[in-house]
């Protein structure tokens, strides 16, 4: 007797985006992207003119059954056509822009719409057999730029019911709940345990211990006072059933992604309001769970107020994963790759662990020490027996965080730049505070996951990198997270870093004036061309931005960057001496 498959619907796929029980179950369905990343390793990630033929641009040909659970761009153009099942007209066909705008029912928003500078969509678009997703050219051969597309895919023989529109009785139904619950992110638990004390300096205060087969639906925990210094001199540990190693252990803020100030924010998996954070994930475990807060600040008393929501189990299932969040601190060290990078060896890790098990997001904190823009790294996850290149390979930091065009400080249901850097000049010098979650995306792996992400343009600068990643893993699963004394995790004080940026201003402002005259003297024998004109871009970039503060005449580098935006829209080898002239008559000014 043949075997009876239950077709997945397109309700179903709906439901993903609000079921946080599904982060916990493990499955083999693997989770990919198709991007215009830059094929040669560089950081060309906007436009691929290989993806054009007959003047379509094809992002993504897929071969089902699976759904597309994810699409981007930071700068959307052309009209978009996604074909199903080898169908002759498009189930999907409308401008690129109203697609994104989150005002095109069903791609409504909080759904689809806009984050900072970025374009998303998690409107869900299953297919039986295939998918094709392409723009046509608007206006000349306006495409659009940076395009992800985000796609799971299930094993053959997986009936999958694809997307037909509008949407069906049933169907309207689930999206309208999914509507209704990512334009209200809150805290989803009503709180059957109560824990409170005041928090010593040194002490380590079990909040709670539940025996199980059981689940914690989620918590509320609130600090007084809001100091600071208490983001990072907290510790939050979670250790299941007994493990001697906890499966969360990370520093209060920085689990809320505040690593630097308290910062409130609402989204679907956590917030942080006036009443306090709260955490909407579903944490299962087999026998026992305990939860300790430690404070290891030397001098100030935390007073924590907390409530748990949990509920019995009869048994933990052989698809549930454990719930991990750890904390990680890396002075990263740039390389010169030469303008290529392909290996993704020399990456920022967020996380490096074995499975079975599923990533579900990371917070990213950067104390960007420099004047230029630091976010150009692309974001690299690789699965299971990934070599080069990962199945997620995106076209940029920001994007990764469904931003665009640097960080600006947005939220949106999934994703946040809570801090996005200090006011121009230096616009992203100092506190950045951003974070994203994979619900519907999530990432299934089963023997081991490295999510990674450059550090600056192909891993170029030195900064000061931390993180959290979350992610459910089987028992058994190991990681690569050390523990941090505290003084390890301090960070300056939000009012320090006023001060902190005026000298660093001052001390970029003598490197800064000796690069451009090292450049300038150099231009007879070492005049620009391809291999040299990315790092003289960034040194223009930061001369463009603040040319007080460096010393020059603004009025004269305006008129420079006019010259050098003008230039722009020639062939590359043709604005290399423009370059060049721009060069020497920065050199030669002097100082006010």
Not at 21 to 29: P, V
Not at 44 to 53: I, K, L, Q, S
Not at 105 to 116: E, K
Not at 412 to 441: E, K, M, Q, Y
Request: contains cysteine; glycine residues 8%.
């Amino acid at each position: 007797m043949a075997m009876i498959v239950t077709a997945l619907l397109v309700q179903q796929f709906f439901h993903d985006l609000i079921d946080f029980d599904r982060l916990a179950k493990i499955d083999d369905a693997p989770v990919r992207m198709e991007s215009t990343w830059d094929r040669s390793g560089g950081n060309n990630d906007g436009f691929n003119p290989a993806f054009v033929r007959n003047g379509v641009y094809r992002i993504a040909d897929l071969k089902g059954p699976g759904v597309i659970r994810r699409l981007y761009s930071a700068k959307p153009g052309g009209r978009l056509r996604i074909f199903l099942d080898g169908a002759p007209s498009p189930a999907i066909d409308i401008d690129c822009e109203r697609f994104f705008s989150g005002k095109e029912s069903p791609f409504l928003a909080p759904v689809a719409g806009q984050m900072g500078g970025g374009f998303y969509s998690f409107f869900p678009i299953p297919y039986a057999k295939s998918a094709r997703v392409e723009l046509a050219a608007r206006d000349g051969a306006n495409y659009g730029q940076y395009y992800q597309v985000t796609y799971q895919t299930y094993p053959e023989g997986v009936e999958v019911e694809s997307l037909k529109l509008p949407l069906d009785t049933q169907a309207a139904a689930a999206w309208r709940r999914v509507l209704e619950r990512w334009s209200r992110p809150e805290r989803q638990h009503s709180g059957e345990l109560h824990s409170a004390a005041a928090v010593k300096p040194g002490d380590r205060w079990i909040a709670a211990i539940v025996e199980g087969p059981g689940e914690i639906r989620g918590f509320t925990l609130d600090i007084r006072p809001r100091d600071p210094a208490l983001l990072r001199s907290l510790l939050l540990r979670i250790a299941w059933d007994g493990q001697e190693s906890p499966a969360v252990l990370t520093p209060l803020g920085d689990f809320f992604g505040n690593a630097f100030d308290w910062t409130p924010f609402r989204t679907l998996p956590m917030g942080l309001d006036e009443s306090g954070f709260y955490c909407n994930f579903v944490m299962p475990f087999a026998r026992r769970a305990e939860i300790t807060l430690i404070n290891q600040h030397p001098s100030i008393t935390a007073s924590a107020n907390w409530t748990f929501e949990q509920r019995g189990i009869p048994a933990l299932t052989p698809d549930t994963g454990l719930f991990h969040a750890r904390w990680r601190r890396q002075e990263t060290a740039g390389v010169d790759l030469h303008e290529s990078n392909t290996t993704g060896a020399d990456n920022y890790a967020m996380l490096d662990g074995t499975g079975p098990g599923r990533y579900i997001g990371s917070t990213l904190n950067v104390w960007n020490r420099h004047l230029i823009w630091w976010g150009e790294g692309d974001p690299m996850i690789f699965v299971d027996d990934d070599r080069w290149p990962p199945r997620i390979h995106g076209t940029g930091t920001e994007e990764y965080f469904n931003d665009a065009w640097g960080f600006h400080a947005s939220v949106s249901p999934v994703s946040a730049a809570l801090l996005a850097g200090l006011s121009s000049p230096g616009r992203c010098f100092g506190p950045n505070a951003v974070f994203t979650f994979h619900l519907a995306d999530s990432v299934p792996f089963r023997q081991r996951i490295r999510a990674t992400i450059e550090h600056g343009t192909e891993n170029t600068l030195n900064n000061e990198y931390s993180s959290v990643a979350y992610w459910y893993a089987r028992p058994g699963a190991k990681d690569f997270f050390p523990s941090r004394v505290e003084l390890t995790r301090s960070t300056p004080a939000p009012g320090a870093w006023e001060k902190l940026r005026s000298d660093t201003i001052a001390a970029w402002r003598t490197e800064l004036r000796d690069q451009v005259r090292e450049i300038a003297s150099a231009l007879d024998r070492f005049p620009t061309n391809a291999e040299r004109h990315p790092r003289r871009v960034r040194v223009l970039r930061v001369v463009f931005q603040m040319p007080s503060e460096l010393g020059y005449d603004p009025a004269v580098v305006k008129r420079l960057e006019d010259r050098m935006h003008e230039a722009r829209r020639r062939p590359l080898p043709d604005r290399f001496p423009v370059m060049d002239a721009i060069f020497r008559e920065l050199a030669g000014q002097h100082d006010h």
